[in-house]
T-cell receptor
């Protein structure tokens, strides 16, 4: 059974640019959550999608957005990149019903560097 | 809002020995889940162990066990017979069990503890 796939693994962007990260969940999983990991702030929740709908959102500016497709694959987009957006972005997938979503499976992340 | 605190930035242990990682949390909820995740250099977060707050019995998974003290809001991880492969960053995490709304998909993590295992 394939795991959670995040692409690309590494990315270097310039300030002011925008970036799109991709996450393919485990087959059959309908919920995808995104997290930002930095040395200073640790792991912070960005948002969660289920059946193409955003169900929950963390405290991030509107430059951070996401979407989910009918095959459950998810993308997150960051516009007008800032140096502080440099981070490891992790996504996690789960079946989606509350009782099962406590067994989220994480991907290996996308390391974004903004220069 | 819930908070999770790991007061040990770094810990070390000799191979085959036992080590305990500490975690405290703050919440006004009575029902929730607590987790320990392991993040090796490969960066993938791996679930080590899970505890439901309504269960008094401490969870165990092979060499990993927890000491869950609900009244004290404490959730420590004990690793027995430590192995070189246990070296990683360990994160304690909280998830509300309340259905819907702001609990969907959201884990609240501590700052992490780097565990070094010496041969």
């Amino acid at each position: 059974k394939a795991g959670v796939t995040q692409t690309p693994r590494y990315l270097i962007k310039t300030r002011g640019q925008q970036v799109t990260l991709s996450c393919s969940p485990i087959s059959g999983h309908r919920s995808v959550s995104w997290y930002q990991q930095t040395p200073g702030q640790g792991l912070q929740f960005l948002f969660e999608y289920f059946s193409e709908t955003q169900r929950n959102k963390g405290n991030f500016p509107g430059r951070f957005s996401g979407r989910q497709f009918s095959n459950s694959r998810s993308e997150m987009n960051v516009s007008t990149l800032e140096l502080g957006d440099s981070a490891l972005y992790l996504c996690a997938s789960s079946p989606g019903t509350d009782s099962l979503s406590t067994r989220a499976t994480f991907g290996s992340g996308t390391r974004l560097t903004v220069v | 809002a819930q908070t999770v605190t790991q007061s040990q930035p770094e810990m070390s242990v000799q191979e085959a020995e036992t080590v305990t990682l500490s975690c405290t949390y703050d919440t006004s909820e009575s029902d929730y889940y607590l987790f320990w995740y392991k993040q090796p250099p490969s960066r993938q977060m791996i679930l080590v162990i899970r505890q439901e707050a309504y269960k008094q019995q401490n969870a165990t998974e092979n060499r990993f066990s927890v000491n869950f003290q609900k009244a004290a809001k404490s959730f420590s991880l004990k690793i027995s017979d430590s192995q070189l492969g246990d070296a990683a960053m360990y994160f304690c995490a909280y998830r509300s069990s309340r259905a819907g709304g702001t609990s969907y998909g959201k884990l609240t993590f501590g700052q992490g503890t780097i565990l070094t295992v010496h041969p």
